[in-house]
């Protein structure tokens, strides 16, 4: 039997605000039904014949989207000025929170998840957080518990982690930041996983041809829109979120015209086959807009993978018994795919020889309090924007 969707993390399909995009330009939600998807995306079939052709489309998708969200030319890059403090050393890996200046008075929070002891030659990953919404601040975003599980797990596996805050949510939210921020914030969101890519690769020991992303819902938006736009991105996992008839229901998916440009109209299958050849696991479940991936989605995607001679490096983890979540068998499968293509595992025990379940037990869940990170002891620095505002960057 399914289980029912978690209300909480499909709020987001209720949030279709436009702030005045023309609509017929945007597509929202639950924009077809999945027969009318499998047709859209055999005519997009027909226009990529060959490689040739894809590598065309690809440029074309990869540009379209950064013309929707309002990145191109892509900004420049000004200091990050990292804050890191409050540090904690658990049972294997280390947490710090960390503030990043993405832009100019645009600040990003975040926690940075490490293996313990010095390390030479570390796998870097992000995982980005979907729409779950807590009243009380406490569970949101990074902050909940499936996320600590995930980042702890991985930088026990050998990574470091950053999980890092939508618009809107955690430490963003106690500053007084909307997640619903006018037509800026899927461009904004898209510029913070790529300056947190930035953030992660300037860390020492990081192997930067070692570099993952995963999330789930919205975060698997993310996790997708950051691969197909960086190519520092060398494995993603996607979780419930990459579908050809669901567009993303929140202003952060789709809010902005990414997918309908002049010279082409695309969708979220065709933007996530854009981590090609790069290894890609699509997780799927029976419970979401996801449950036709292992008929729908993953042939074409696999097809594209094909076009490289690499179809083995994309695979379809289907959960049909499950709802929309990042839960704990979906986390299996992650940490299998990206321990053989991060090389991870160091010094990490399977639960035995017979469960091939990576040990999640000793991961110690910290408070919203001690994840914070602009506090009394470290304020918000002066020449914050103003919540809300325009963020303007330099070109």
Not at 28 to 38: E, H, I, M, N, V
Not at 88 to 99: C, F, K, L, T
Not at 240 to 249: E, N, P, R, W, Y
Not at 344 to 360: F, H, I
Request: proline share 7%.
């Amino acid at each position: 039997m399914l289980r029912p969707l978690i209300p909480i993390l499909c709020a987001a399909s209720l949030n279709l605000a436009t702030h005045g995009q023309d609509k017929s330009l945007l597509r929202q939600g639950g924009y077809f039904k999945p027969d009318a998807a499998r047709l859209e995306l055999n005519r997009i079939t027909s226009k990529v014949p060959d490689l040739a052709a894809w590598t065309k489309r690809r440029a074309q998708v990869r540009a379209g989207i950064l013309e929707g969200a309002g990145l191109y030319p892509l900004p420049k890059k000004t200091p990050l000025n990292p804050l890191r403090h409050s540090k904690r050393v658990h049972d294997g890996y280390s947490v710090e929170n960390v503030a990043l200046e993405t832009a100019p008075g645009f600040f990003l929070c975040g926690n940075l998840y490490l293996p313990s002891g010095k390390q030479k030659n570390m796998a870097a990953v992000l995982c980005p957080h979907g729409h779950a919404r807590d009243p009380a601040y406490t569970k949101e975003g990074r902050l909940r518990p499936e996320m600590q599980y995930r980042c702890a797990t991985l930088a026990r596996m050998g990574a470091a982690v950053f999980s890092y805050d939508m618009i809107g949510y955690s430490d963003s939210r106690k500053l007084g930041w909307n997640h619903n921020h006018g037509k800026q914030v899927l461009g904004l969101q898209c510029w913070n996983s790529i300056r947190a890519l930035d953030f992660i690769l300037s860390l020492p020991g990081i192997d930067s041809s070692r570099v993952g992303v995963t999330g789930a819902s919205g975060g698997g938006t993310q996790t997708f829109l950051l691969t197909a736009l960086d190519d520092r991105v060398t494995v993603s996992a996607p979780c419930v979120m990459v579908s050809a008839h669901f567009f993303g229901g929140c202003a952060c998916e789709s809010g902005v015209p990414i997918h309908v440009r002049p010279s082409h109209i695309t969708n979220n299958t065709e933007i996530a086959a854009l981590c090609a050849p790069r290894p890609m696991l699509l997780i799927s479940c029976g419970g979401d807009w996801t449950s036709h991936t292992p008929q729908v989605e993953f042939p074409f995607v696999r097809r594209i993978y094909g076009m490289y001679g690499l179809s083995n490096l994309v695979k379809n983890a289907h959960f049909p018994d499950e709802g929309h979540d990042y839960g704990a068998s979906k986390r299996q499968a992650m940490y299998r795919f990206f321990e053989k293509h991060l090389k991870l595992s160091r010094g990490v025990q399977w639960k035995s020889k017979e469960d091939t379940a990576m040990d999640e037990s000793t991961v110690l869940l910290e408070s919203h309090q001690i994840l914070q990170v602009f506090t009394e002891k470290h304020p918000v620095p002066p020449h914050a924007l103003k919540p809300n505002s325009p963020v303007i960057f330099s070109r």
